[in-house]
């Protein structure tokens, strides 16, 4: 019986799950770099999310240089459209400012989140972030 | 003359002085005063407000010798768009999720450069750019967008190239934009986050169109009654887009998510057919034809100014995409065309 319920799910799409942080695309052009390997200025990027995204914590994060310069929108549409998707919900940040401040969050369910960092990175390589997030 | 400025004056010390404020306007965001002779004279407000003659109408008001001073400013007349006006290639849209708005002003300046033109004027006294716009109830609104307006936009990473090339060049996108997000800020002497945060986050673009044009324009969308081939209804939105834009109408197309697949594809591992375009967008159109197969084949403009990160298969560095009409009507990834005003 669960196993049927569990098709029935995967065929209407009611259980795909898809904001898994392992799972997501990664952005155009972009390398992902281990954690560990990860410079200071990638660790920048975790600070910017729990300034701006209210009470978060971070409980996962992939990082990437992308291969060449890149606006924000490219780097954050397909994430962004997933989440739509999902009937994830974008997260209130009254501090960002925008354009100066280059993420986006969603809260996917009642205590977790996702969000995207860039930051333009050296020599026209931005950087990029994705967390998941344990949210209030 | 609607947006001349000190740097729109012909003959060689005109250009000189442009020249000498060009290469200031690269170095500070800050107007400075400087003497028509061309020395930077470093002091605020000396005899700006008195001018003597109008010179051969260049939109310069001269002095005598001893104040012939103007103000120079980073952005003037000649910021705004190069000898062609105003391009659809002047949009490189990087941080906002204005799309619908990004998308329209470039197909206005494909299809009706002189809209932009006669929305934007500069005031070289005061360094202000005012522009046209129109509000929801159509009525037209000037907006007052100053210089440290249009370099906080530039900052942002807003919809000019100025802020990929470095260059204080084509800034138009940048000007309009700016006023955009100016209409809807209640409290603009405290920065434009707010007028931002309000037209950053998506739209439509009917409103857009609206917003740039003073008309919402009207939508083409494929329709095919029970009785007619499918061919034929193709063919009447190919024929409605095209004659749409040999009538100077700027066109966009609002792109949505394709169909998912059916239960049957699932099954069967077959993934749903993608049509190249970012979903939840909206491009321009550049144009609409026939190949030789019969079939309409579009052509459409990402504001992003590259089609990389689209994810659909089809990434390329070059910002417009061929897609056959079929394809976006079969997929269903196209909701609509929105075409403005004829010229």
Known sequence: MRGLFLMLAWLTGAGGHGLDLGTLPAPATGVEMPSAEAGADFHSLDHTVTRLVPGAKLTGARYFRLGQSLGFQPVIKQIANLALEHKATPVSMPARRPGYDLIDAWRVNAAAGLAVVMAPGNSGHPLVAYFALKLD | ?343
């Open chain 2, 1 to 343: 003359m609607p947006n001349a400025s000190i740097s729109s004056i012909g003959g060689e010390t005109g250009e000189g002085v442009a020249r000498a404020l060009s290469l200031q306007s690269q170095q500070d965001s800050i107007g400075h005063w400087l003497s028509l002779d061309g020395r930077l004279t470093g002091v605020s407000g000396a005899g700006s407000g008195e001018p003597a003659r109008d010179h051969a109408g260049l939109g310069l008001r001269l002095e005598g010798a001893a104040g012939p001073v103007a103000r120079a400013y980073r952005f003037d007349a000649h910021s705004l768009w190069d000898k062609d006006g105003p391009q659809r290639d002047d949009i490189q849209q990087d941080a906002f999720g204005d799309c619908y708005f990004d998308a329209t002003m470039a197909a206005v300046a494909q299809q009706n450069p002189g809209l932009i033109q006669n929305a934007i004027h500069y005031d070289s006294q005061s360094g202000q750019f005012s522009v046209r716009l129109y509000g929801t109830d159509g009525k037209p609104q000037t907006v007052h967008v100053t210089q440290a307006e249009v370099a906080d936009n530039i900052a942002r990473h807003g919809s000019s190239t100025a802020d990929n090339s470095g260059k204080d060049q084509r800034i138009w996108p940048a000007v309009m934009e700016t006023a955009y997000a100016k209409m809807h800020d209640s409290n603009p002497a405290d920065g434009l986050d707010q007028g931002y945060n309000a037209v950053i986050n998506g739209g439509w673009p009917r409103d857009a169109m609206q917003a740039i044009t003073g008309n919402k324009g009207s939508e083409i969308r494929f329709s095919q009654s029970w009785f007619e081939p499918k061919n034929m209804a193709l063919d009447i939105m190919g024929r409605k887009v095209d004659a749409a834009l040999a009538h100077g109408r700027p066109v966009t197309a609002w792109s949505v998510p394709e169909h998912g697949q059916s239960w049957l594809q699932k099954l069967l591992g077959i993934p749903a057919k993608q049509d190249g375009l970012a979903d939840n967008h909206v491009y321009s159109v550049d144009s609409i034809h026939k190949n030789s197969q019969g079939d309409w084949i579009v052509t459409l403009r990402n504001p992003w100014h590259t089609n990389m990160g689209v994810g659909e298969g089809q990434d390329s560095s070059s910002p417009t995409i061929d897609v056959p009409l079929s394809t976006l009507v079969d997929t269903g990834g196209l909701e609509a065309f929105t075409a403005g005003p004829a010229r």
